[in-house]
C-alpha cells in the first residue's frame, strides 16, 4: 500500500471532511456521529453548540438527533480553518483513509483529556508536551499499520519543533476494545512510548525526545 501522510491544513478540510462523512464509520462504529472537534471546544461552547440540542432532545441518540450530525461538522470545519484543530490524515490512492488528532497539550481544552489526566498529571512549563488524543482508521484498512505510521510522523515532526515529549492516552482493557480511539497500549509500546502513570482506566503513555 502507497501510504501518505500530512499535517492537518485548511487546505485539507475537504479530505478530512470526506473521511469522516464517507469512510471513518462504514461498519456503524458507535464512536458516530464524531469529527472530532470536542477536544478544541471549550466547556461553555460545547454547552451551547451540543449539549443543549441533546437535552432539547432527551431520550434520542445524538446520532439520531436531526442536525447534530451537521453541528458537528460545522464546528470541525471552523476549527479547521482557524487552525485550533491539528492532526493528520493518511492518504492512500489520493484517498483520505485515516486520522489522528494531535496538537501541542497546552492548546487543548479541559474537555480533551478530562479532569483525570490533566489535572492529575500535567506536564510543568519546563517541557514542552505534543499530546495524541485519537485514532480513526477506515474499517477495511485497520491492521494495516496505518496507526503505526501516523504515530511514527507525529514523533518525528514533534522532535523537529522542538518538543520535549510526546504523550498518549489508552485506556486499559482486559480485553480487545473494538473501539478503542485512543489507540491501545501496544501501539506507543512499540513505538517507544512508557507508561509512566495509571489513572483509573487511562494510562500515560510518554516518549522522551531529548
Known amino acids: 500500500m ?14 478530512f471532511l470526506d473521511f469522516f462523512d464517507n469512510r471513518a464509520f462504514t461498519d456503524n462504529s458507535p464512536m458516530q456521529p464524531c469529527y472530532c472537534c470536542r477536544p478544541q471546544m471549550t466547556a461553555e461552547q460545547e454547552e451551547v453548540e451540543l449539549l443543549s440540542m441533546i437535552r432539547a432532545n432527551k431520550g434520542t441518540m445524538p446520532r439520531d438527533i436531526p442536525g447534530f ?12 480553518q482557524s487552525g ?4 493528520y490524515l493518511a492518504f492512500t490512492g489520493g484517498v483520505s483513509i485515516g486520522w ?19 489535572g492529575t498529571f500535567d506536564t510543568t512549563i519546563r517541557e514542552r508536551a505534543k499530546s495524541v488524543l485519537c485514532f480513526e482508521i477506515a474499517p477495511e484498512y485497520r491492521g494495516k ?20 515529549v510526546v504523550e498518549g492516552y489508552p485506556h486499559l482493557h482486559d480485553h480487545r476494545e473494538a473501539y478503542d480511539f485512543t ?8 513505538a517507544g512510548f512508557v507508561k509512566v502513570v495509571e489513572l483509573g482506566q487511562v494510562a500515560v503513555m510518554r516518549k522522551r525526545l531529548r
Open 145 to 164: 499499520g496505518i496507526a503505526t505510521a501516523l504515530l511514527s510522523r507525529i514523533c518525528e515532526d514533534a522532535t523537529i519543533e522542538g518538543f520535549d
Open 2 to 15: 502507497n501510504l501518505t501522510i500530512k499535517p492537518l491544513s485548511p487546505d485539507l478540510a475537504a479530505d
Open 100 to 118: 489522528c488528532n494531535a496538537n501541542d497539550k497546552a492548546n487543548y481544552t479541559d474537555l480533551a483529556f478530562g479532569e483525570c489526566v490533566r
Open 69 to 80: 450530525k451537521l453541528a458537528l461538522r460545522g464546528i470541525a470545519e471552523k476549527q479547521i
Open 84 to 87: 485550533s484543530m491539528r492532526g
Open 183 to 190: 489507540g491501545p497500549v501496544r501501539l506507543f509500546e512499540k
